[in-house]
């Protein structure tokens, strides 16, 4: 069974690199749908099932987080076939958009911010007045 794409967050943009630019520096250089690379990181000792997310330049932009990492790190070591590609910055780092089992991974349609409220559209509560 193909499990549809996911969004996944990628945290850790404000620690330092091992070696190249600030992370957040490479985020800021990444466009929508360049290509990222997930590693397993046993090895690591905060949490063996880490998983960094580097960008295609090689450099390391983050993790995935801790509730996603174990099962996102099982796929991979089972050897399953996962794709990656950069989705947008955000705040507390970026966003990735994966897609498994050698499917391509589709960026989401962004959807318009919400439309401002129309001042000539009376409140709920104006009949108190």
């Keep these: 069974m193909i499990l549809p794409s996911l969004s996944l967050a990628v945290v850790g943009a404000d620690y330092p690199s091992k ?15 360049d290509r990222v690379e997930l590693v397993p990181e046993p090895d690591n000792p905060a949490d063996p099932r880490a998983v960094a997310v580097f960008s295609k330049r ?12 174990g099962r996102i790190g099982a796929m991979i070591a089972a050897g399953r076939e996962l794709r990656a590609i950069f989705q947008k ?9 994966v897609a ?17 409220p129309d ?10 007045e």
């Excluded at 070696?19 to 749908?33: N, Q, S, T, V």
Aim: contains cysteine; glycine residues 10%.
């Design 89 to 97: 910055p955000t705040t507390y780092g970026c966003a990735i958009r």
């Design 58 to 69: 090689g450099v390391q932009l983050g993790y995935l987080t801790a509730e996603r990492c």
């Design 119 to 128: 001042d000539d559209v009376p409140w709920v509560d104006d009949w108190w």
């Design 100 to 116: 498994f089992d050698g499917t391509d991974p589709v960026l989401p349609e962004e959807k318009p911010p919400p439309e401002e």
């Design 19 to 33: 070696r190249g630019p600030a992370r957040r520096f490479e985020i800021m250089l990444c466009r929508p749908g």
